[in-house]
Structures are given as structure tokens and as C-alpha cells.
T-cell receptor, first 114, second 109 residues
Framework: NAGVTQTPKFRVLKTGQSMTLLCAQDMNHEYMYWYRQDPGMGLRLIHYSVGEGTTAKGEVPDGYNVSRLKKQNFLLGLESAAPSQTSVYFC?????????????FGDGTRLSIL | KNEVEQSPQNLTAQEGEFITINCSYSVGISALHWLQQHPGGGIVSLFMLSSGKKKHGRLIATINIQEKHSSLHITASHPRDSAVYICAGLIQGAQKLVFGQGTRLTINP
């Protein structure tokens, strides 16, 4: 049971390059989330999805786009990477069938923008 | 002011000590999530609770919804408990968490 899998685990980009981070979950969860974690800032929500084909903005959505074409996958895109997007990115998912279920997190993606 | 406040921000203790980490929140939440993150590591869910108390091994979490306060206790602490502990509130009526800043715990042998 893999749980929540993020790819890649590490990436270095140059300013202006684009890339997509993939999050895959095998728990049939309805809700999926993308967060970024920066020193002293805690976890901040970028975008989230409450089901296949739906997405919504979180706390810090600027500079990012997302897609949820399949229930098990949630993609986070950076169209034109900026140094301010250097961070550790975490994906999470949780069931929408039962109230107050915990979120399950991936291992994170460390992204550096030069 | 953050909607979820943790204290202390940093805590250093000796192996075997009883540890308490506190979490206070100012928003209406339906449940409180305690998470653990080891240095350079991923985030692991410890507890999700909406009332009362939960226990798992040496870890105990309590919550008082009326007082908007939760605590995480570690009994017989061990160096492997060294990590950042994060509390997060599940906002009422929403599907989102609001996070505290985390408590960095160091247990010395």
C-alpha cells in the first residue's frame, strides 16, 4: 500500500523554466491538497481538490496551476518558475466519505529555483 | 496573529522526561490534527480528534473544544521522538486545515 506518492523527490530549475509535480494516491480519496513548507512559515495551502475534475485556490495560489483529471492524481504546475517558489512541496489526501478523517501526506518534493 | 498557536516553539528535554506540547486556536474547528515531521523527512499523522482523548503507545492527545485547546503528551520520551510536532485545525464547514507553526522537540540521551 503506497499511500501518497510524490514525484520527483528533488528538482533544481532555472528561473523561467516550467515543471509539473505529480501526486498519486491509491486510497480512493476524494480530497487532495498541495502545500508548500518554508522555514518559519509552517505549511501553507496552495490549491486543493474535493473531487475529480474540481480544483480550488488555497492560501498562496499565485504562480501555480493544478489539475485533477483522474481521481487518484493531482498535478501541480509551475509555468514560469521564480526563486520565491523554492520550497518543499507536500501533497496530501483524505477521505470525503467519513467526517473528521486525517490527511495522509506524501514524502515531499524539494524544489530549488536558481 | 495566527489562528492556530503552538507552545513552546522549541523544547529540549532529557530522555525519559514527560513532554507536553500545547495548541490553542481562535477559529471554529470540527477536529484537531497532530502531525509529526522528522528532520528532512515527511509528515506523519499522529492523531485526529474532535473530543476527549486518544492514546497510541507513549503518545496521548487531548482536546477541549469549548476552551479551544489541545495538548500532545509524550511519556518516557526517547531521542527518536525528536521531531517537529504540528497541530492543525479542520475548519468547520470547510475541507481545509489551518496549521500551527510547529514545535521543535529535541530529546537528549
Amino acid at each position: 500500500n503506497a499511500g501518497v506518492t510524490q514525484t520527483p523527490k528533488f528538482r533544481v530549475l532555472k528561473t523561467g523554466q516550467s515543471m509539473t509535480l505529480l501526486c498519486a494516491q491509491d486510497m480512493n480519496h476524494e480530497y487532495m491538497y498541495w502545500y508548500r513548507q518554508d522555514p518559519g512559515m509552517g505549511l501553507r495551502l496552495i490549491h486543493y481538490s474535493v473531487g475529480e475534475g474540481t480544483t480550488a485556490k488555497g492560501e498562496v495560489p499565485d504562480g501555480y496551476n493544478v489539475s485533477r483529471l483522474k481521481k487518484q492524481n493531482f498535478l501541480l504546475g509551475l509555468e514560469s518558475a521564480a526563486p520565491s517558489q523554492t520550497s518543499v512541496y507536500f501533497c496530501a489526501s483524505r477521505s470525503g466519505q467519513v467526517v473528521n478523517q486525517p490527511q495522509h501526506f506524501g514524502d515531499g518534493t524539494r524544489l530549488s529555483i536558481l | 496573529k495566527n489562528e492556530v498557536e503552538q507552545s513552546p516553539q522549541n523544547l529540549t528535554a532529557q530522555e525519559g522526561e514527560f513532554i507536553t506540547i500545547n495548541c490553542s486556536y481562535s477559529v471554529g474547528i470540527s477536529a484537531l490534527h497532530w502531525l509529526q515531521q522528522h528532520p528532512g523527512g515527511g509528515i506523519v499523522s499522529l492523531f485526529m480528534l474532535s473530543s476527549g482523548k486518544k492514546k497510541h503507545g507513549r503518545l496521548i492527545a487531548t482536546i477541549n473544544i469549548q476552551e479551544k485547546h489541545s495538548s500532545l503528551h509524550i511519556t518516557a520520551s526517547h531521542p527518536r521522538d525528536s521531531a517537529v510536532y504540528i497541530c492543525a485545525g479542520l475548519i468547520q464547514g470547510a475541507q481545509k486545515l489551518v496549521f500551527g507553526q510547529g514545535t521543535r522537540l529535541t530529546i537528549n540521551p
